[in-house]
DNA sequence: GCAGTCGTCATTTTT
DNA sequence: TGACGACTGC
């Protein structure tokens, strides 16, 4: 160990009071309470130098898990970094690599495949789709999309298909139906999706003794990231390993839970203070990341939520610029706002890729993008497809993994016919037909019913030909060879060669790329898997980066979602408009808080400059909507936010602490004159407009309208004959 | 098997 | 508005 018993100073150095104590907490349970900013990963890494240097625990011992594998390696990076040398027995990987791990180790106890490939879930909708094919059930009334969605909760739920009774209604009756015979068809093909890698090594810990008791006697440490994210399978999972002698120390943060929809469950955060007894709460709550007037804003935001562990964050670093807000116009005007901005300090010096526009849903990124494009200013959208996930990229994956498992019946149904070879829906119907009646998979039911397939037949044996070639051709051979004869010799580069357009090129460079990648995956015997498998997996489990553009100098463009954990100089947050953000769906369900969190996550992104928007009118589904600005501006200490406009930058006070002013110009507000907000007026003069705000009351009371032909104009509402339209 | 057309729908996303 | 899937006709 790099470090003596006396000299901790590199493991303490440079934390704060809260952080220390968490680090060098004794060994018992620990909940901390990570406020955005406030050194979360730093005190994970920390915690695990501590444990291994100075209470001795072996890096065998330590298990830390995260969520993404971005979160696993730099934490692994860092921590290699503090302790100066690689620490390879100690496992750090996200909740599905650890499962997958254990699944590997233990296949036979899990009962599965022991070539067993994770299905994407991509490849879980494609599959769920013939299966209720084969169950007769029409997508229409059972939307494969709804019928994953349930079947992955249930998993998270740790619920499988003999844990319900037959008392449900018909439709629970028959999902449990669907989830069956889709569990079914997975353990035939040797399939695993994400929701099974956790369950089943759930199941594996939970009901098979000597397994537990290894797992249990080998980490005494588990650390988990991003606590508030856990599911209750996750949870369920970490309490069998921990079993009573294991101890925990979990970071998390109650205002970050954003993700209830994809089962996370806050609670945990509750629970764990329950389930594990002798834990105290060690609360982070200095920022290192932002000016105080933007802590000052997100903590009076969140201060609203009722269901909050408690948390106020702080800094010693200055207030720091105002807050500004930008009542647009419209979307359009939002966009010149804010592109204007982008340029201005982009020639004041301020590099692109400091700036970060941060918006609530996907579809408001192309106004933003056409905006960005005319200013000939580089962007950059996280989203979209990844490496691992390009069509040409699966295809080319497909084949390699009937090379390894010919009852893969996803990966048949994607290629038997891509490139085309003369097998159609009829010869396919027919293929799954046969499969379904001898219960074996389209492999073999190729093989031993091709007389039913007709003229189709001679085709499919061509098919089955070439994998079987390619099969054989890959023994001893070296992964990158094999890959590379794989898109060669099944006319996928000939296919995608004869593809017309820009997009054609790319795909054939992926392609190459992809050969590339497996080449690296030659003798990866870091962990025991024919190099095969582990570039199989590695394709399912970690999709890669989203869209290339790295190294370029360039504005970020993102969801709120996408922006959690990240941090920018400056952040735009555009649409805050009702019925956007928060969102209509949200409203309807009564998620606000979530909504509310998650304007949390997007102010406290910011570093130094947060800018406000929202428009008075919108283009939504190509409808022109009027719209209120959201609540959450409401929310936001009126004192931390200058209202500005485009050019000039003159700004004055956005809201009167609670009176009229242009307060009122927000949501709940009382219709005045028999007018309200985003009516329709007629002025004798003017012509036609909507009403965009109001400011005072009474015989002072003035009302903004915007007219359709001659621009926005402020009007005293006693006097203006404004008629409703 | 494929291109063109029509209808529907419309948060958020990692593994 | 526009993306995507299902359907139709050649």
Known sequence: MRFDDDDITPLIEGLNDAQREAVTAPPEHRLVLAGAGSGKTRVLVHRVAWLISVENTSPHSVLAVTFTNKAAAEMRHRLELLLDMPVRALWVGTFHGIAHRMLRLHHKEARLHQNFQIMDSDDQLRFIKRVLRGLDLPEDRWPPKTVTGWINAQKEEARRPEDFDDRGDFSQRQLVRIYSAYHNACEQAGLVDFAELLLRAFELCRDDPAIRQHYRSRFRHILVDEFQDTNTLQYKWLRVLAGDSGKLFVVGDDDQSVYSWRGARVENIVKFTRDFPGNEV???????????????????????????????????????????????????????????????????GTPLQDMAILYRSNAQSRVLEEGLIRARLAYRIYGGLRFFERMEIRDALAYLRLIGNRDDDPAFERVVNTPTRGIGNTTMERLRAVAREQGVSLWNAAKTGASALGRSAGNVALFQDLVDRLAREAEGQALGVVMDRVIEQSGLREHYRKEKGEQAEARLENLDELVTAARSFEDSAEDDLPPMTSFLTHAALEAGERQ??????????????AAKGLEFPTVFMVGLEEGLFPHVRAVQEGNIEEERRLCYVGITRSRRQLYLSYAELRRLHGQEQVCMPSRFLREIPSECVLETRPRSGTSRPAFAPRSAGLGSRFAGEPPRNGLKLGAHVRHPRFGEGVITAFDGEGDRGRVEVSFRDVGSKWLILSLAKLEAV
């Open 282 to 348: 060690v609360r982070l709550e200095q920022n290192y990341r932002s000016s105080g007037t933007i802590l000052k804003a997100a903590n009076g935001l969140i201060a609203r939520n009722s269901e909050r562990m408690g948390k106020q964050l702080w800094t010693d670093a200055g207030d720091g610029e105002s807050i500004q807000l930008y009542a647009a116009f419209n979307d359009l005007d939002e966009c010149d706002f804010v592109v204007s901005r982008i340029r201005e300090a982009h020639e004041r």
């Open 548 to 561: 290339a553009g790295e190294g370029e100098d360039c504005v970020q463009l993102m969801t709120l979602h």
